[in-house]
């Protein structure tokens, strides 16, 4: 972003240290109204100016920035929200899921396979669809391993 800066502030530097083309184009308007006896110039002309696009490099390197802020912010690890366990990347999106914490017994809360993976399957298999795929219950029946309404060992 500080090259965009820096390039932009050049670009303006530059626009004050000389007059521009429209001012010029005014002056010029001025001066055949006051009847100096000029014309002006007609496309084709050798006078007429040519368009105003900004440089080539200064588009190169504004997308050359563009796209390293962009890569910077997908390379970013996900953290996941509070109380939430499990975060991925989808579609340039962090998606949290899976209830943070451990069991009783110090184990992992997801076990699949179990009463509890199945019960939470089938509570799991009654939730809407979302709009945009993957959502946190389509991440979190994938770590349970469910299979309708029944969670598999493996």
Do not use: H
């Not at 490099?57 to 920035?65: G, K, N, Q, S």
């Not at 109380?83 to 899921?97: D, E, H, I, P």
């Not at 009654?126 to 493996?154: F, H, T, V």
Request: with cysteine; glycine share 10%; aromatic share 6%.
């Amino acid at each position: 972003m500080k090259l965009i800066l820096e390039k932009w502030q050049e670009f303006l530097e530059e626009g004050k240290k000389k007059p521009g083309l429209w001012v010029n184009i005014a002056a010029k308007e001025k001066r055949i109204k006051a009847g100096s006896g000029e014309k002006k110039a007609k496309p084709g002309d050798k006078d007429y100016p040519e368009t105003l696009d900004i440089d080539e490099d200064v588009d190169a390197i504004i997308d050359e920035e563009i796209e390293a802020v962009l890569d910077e912010k997908k390379k970013k690890p996900c953290k996941p929200s509070k109380g939430k366990r499990f975060a991925k990347r989808v579609n340039g999106k962090c998606r949290s899921y899976g209830q943070a914490g451990k069991a009783k017994g110090g184990g992992d809360r997801i076990r699949p396979g179990t009463k509890k993976g199945d019960a939470y399957c089938a509570r799991s298999a009654k939730i809407k669809k979302c709009k945009n795929p993957p959502c946190a219950n389509d991440l979190s029946r994938k770590k349970w391993k469910c299979r309708g309404s029944k969670s598999m060992k493996e």
